[in-house]
C-alpha cells in the first residue's frame, strides 16, 4: 500500500526566504506526482504535475523535482510572500491497475510572516 | 475558467439524518471523484467514477454511503444514516483523462459537521 509523508508538518518563515517542502513515498512505481495547493477551508488547487519520466516542473517561483527511485520529491518556493501561507500536499498516482490511484500526504502547512 | 461546482458548501446536521451532496464536474470531464478530507488530514478516496460507471468504491463505507453519476455528468454522494465520525469536508475532483494522466480539478468542497 502507497504511503506518502511530508516534512514538516508546519513550517514558519519570514517573507523574502527561500523554502523546501518535502514530500517522500515508500512505492516508487508511480504513474505522476502533484503537489497541490489548499487555503484554510476551501478546495483543493493543482501547482505542478510531474509525470513519472520526468525530473522537475516550474511555474513562477514553484519548482518540483521527483526522484522516483528514491521515492522522494521536493517543492521549492522562491522568494517567499505573506500569500503563501497556505497548506501544501503532495500526492502521487500509482502506476498500477486500471484506476490510477492517488494517495494524498497530510500536507505541510506553511506560514509566511510579513 | 472552468470549474468543478459543489453544493451545498456547508451542511450541519444531527447523526442518524440523512444528507446529500451534488457535484458538477467540468464540462466534458470523464472521470470523477469523491475524496472525504478529516481535518490535518489529506483527501482520502471514497469512489471514482470513469463516465457513469464506478472504478473504485473499495474505501466507501457502502452500509451507509452510496453514490451515483447518472449519464456519466454530474454526481450525488449520499451518506445514510450520518454518524459522529462523518464530520469532514467532501472533495469533488475531475479529469478529463481516463487513464489519470491528467491534472485533477477539485471543487471548493462541502464541510459537513454532524451532531
Known amino acids: 500500500k502507497q504511503e506518502v509523508t511530508q516534512i514538516p508538518a508546519a513550517l514558519s518563515v519570514p517573507e523574502g526566504e527561500n523554502l523546501v517542502l518535502n514530500c517522500s513515498f515508500t512505492d516508487s512505481a508511480i504513474y505522476n506526482l502533484q503537489w497541490f495547493r489548499q487555503d484554510p477551508g476551501k478546495g483543493l488547487t493543482s501547482l505542478l504535475l510531474?509525470?513519472?519520466?520526468?525530473r522537475e516542473q516550474t511555474s513562477g517561483r514553484l519548482n518540483a523535482s521527483l526522484d522516483k527511485s528514491s521515492g522522494r520529491s521536493t517543492l521549492y518556493i522562491a522568494a517567499s510572500q505573506p500569500g503563501d501561507s497556505a497548506t501544501y500536499l503532495c500526492a502521487v498516482r500509482g502506476s498500477g491497475g486500471s484506476n490510477y490511484k492517488l494517495t494524498f500526504g497530510k500536507g505541510t502547512l506553511l506560514t509566511v510572516n510579513p | 475558467e472552468a470549474e468543478v461546482a459543489q453544493s451545498p458548501r456547508y451542511k450541519i446536521t444531527e447523526k442518524s439524518q440523512a444528507v446529500a451532496f451534488w457535484c458538477d464536474p467540468i464540462s466534458g470531464h470523464a472521470t470523477l471523484y469523491w475524496y472525504r478530507q478529516i481535518l490535518g488530514q489529506g483527501p482520502e478516496l471514497l469512489v471514482q467514477f470513469q463516465d457513469e460507471s464506478v472504478v473504485d468504491d473499495s474505501q466507501l463505507p457502502k452500509d451507509r454511503f452510496s453514490a451515483e453519476r447518472l449519464k456519466g455528468v454530474d454526481s450525488t454522494l449520499k451518506i445514510q444514516p450520518a454518524e459522529l465520525g462523518d464530520s469532514a469536508m467532501y472533495l469533488c475532483a475531475s479529469s478529463p483523462s481516463r487513464s489519470g494522466a491528467n491534472v485533477l480539478t477539485f471543487g471548493a468542497g462541502s464541510r459537513l459537521t454532524v451532531l
Open positions: 510531474i509525470q513519472s519520466s520526468q
